[in-house]
């Protein structure tokens, strides 16, 4: 199972404009570093671990446009720009860290083949780490599953497996039988447009609901589990994830289901202890106002648009690493695998 999110292509980044789906499949190829940042800003490449390799990407297209004796300075200018373009996921950072060093430690005529080398090194192990996520979250799921998730934390937001539903890839691999309900996830509607559409390519049988529906739903249906990304962890194991993750764990520890969340150790900050430390991304208020139509919201109201909530450790039954799985409290496990990476 792998989605063709994003492939570097020799000149330049293809990315699938997720902005687009699910009505249309377009590729387009990214030769400019602004044009790539855009990218990353407009959504049309998104999630947490998809960001990070497509900017490591960028860093290489930085170097391989510029003359030589340019080239350092034009790859410090790329980092810089690409650092700016959304704040909450740190696996982009943690990826442009990567580009830096790598950069540091090569000579100027070397620049381009050790950053290329770097990014398909991210690249490759993103895809790694996901399907050893899958293996271990699925081990979590009876042979018939019904499973919520939320947002999409699927190959569209990696390099091409997926996070949560990365478990249910492998899962459905290992022949189990899902049944997943998909929160539409509102304002921008990852949920609907993005899992629903590569979930139902994988035959995967996926049912959208509105945000709102998710307590009724999850009282009526025998739920095994819930499965959500995450932008970033903080030590204490709080997650930073799609705004409505935090409504939707509450829910779960209301009903008894357990709630997971999905991630690579690549998310994981260790520097901040706790959620409040997070960055939360606010984004504009017309994707709130419009969304993907008319006006919803008269003009004479205010809009609130935060794109992440944080969700405390203690409605978190596990957090699946590509380690395994950690259980409350988190700490520990967190800080041992940190230093395994
Ligand atoms: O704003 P987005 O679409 O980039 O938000 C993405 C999410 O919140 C995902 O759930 C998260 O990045 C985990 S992706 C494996």
């Known amino acids: 199972m792998k989605i063709q999110t994003l492939e570097w292509v020799g000149d330049g980044l293809r990315l699938l404009d997720q902005t687009l789906l699910p009505n249309d499949e377009r590729y387009f190829v990214c030769t400019d570093v602004e044009v790539l940042a855009n990218a990353i800003e407009t959504l049309q490449v998104r999630g947490a671990p998809a960001i990070g390799v497509a900017a490591a990407y960028g860093v290489v297209i930085a170097a391989m446009n510029a003359g030589l004796s340019r080239r350092r300075e034009a790859v410090a200018a790329a980092i810089t720009r690409l650092r700016k373009t ?30 290329l080398k770097e990014a398909q090194a991210i690249e490759v ?32 937001a990696t390099s091409g497996y997926g996070t949560a539903l990365g478990v249910f890839y492998a899962a459905a691999e ?28 994988a035959g995967i049988d996926v049912t959208v609901i509105c945000d709102n529906m998710a307590a009724a739903v999850m009282r009526q249906k025998n739920v095994d589990g819930v499965f959500v990304g995450a932008d970033r962890i903080a030590a204490n194991g709080d997650a930073a994830n799609k705004i409505g993750t935090y409504g939707l764990a509450i829910i779960a520890r209301h009903h008894n289901v357990p709630f997971y969340v999905v991630a690579p150790m690549s998310t994981v900050d260790i520097s901040i202890p706790d959620g409040s430390g997070i960055p939360i991304e606010l984004r504009n208020e017309n994707e709130v106002r419009r969304g993907f139509g008319p006006n919803t919201v008269p003009e004479s ?20 690493t590509e380690f395994g799985i950690a259980r409350p409290p988190y700490s520990a496990a967190l800080k041992k695998w940190m230093e395994a990476v």
Do not use: Y
């Open 174 to 201: 290992i022949g189990k039988r899902l049944r997943v309900f998909a929160d539409e996830t509102r304002p921008l509607l990852q949920g609907a447009r993005l899992t629903a559409w590569e979930l139902s390519k």
């Open 125 to 156: 192990d993103d895809f790694r780490r996901c399907e050893a996520m899958g293996r271990h979250g699925a081990a979590l799921l009876p042979d018939e599953a019904t499973v919520f998730t939320h947002c999409n934390a699927g190959g569209l």
């Open 86 to 115: 959304r704040p909450t996921a740190v696996n982009l950072f943690w990826a442009l860290d990567r580009m830096a060093s790598v950069a540091d430690a090569s000579a100027d005529g070397e620049l381009v083949t050790s950053l």
């Open 301 to 320: 109201a205010q809009v609130f648009n935060p794109a992440f909530d944080v969700t405390p450790a203690e409605l978190i039954s596990g957090i699946v």
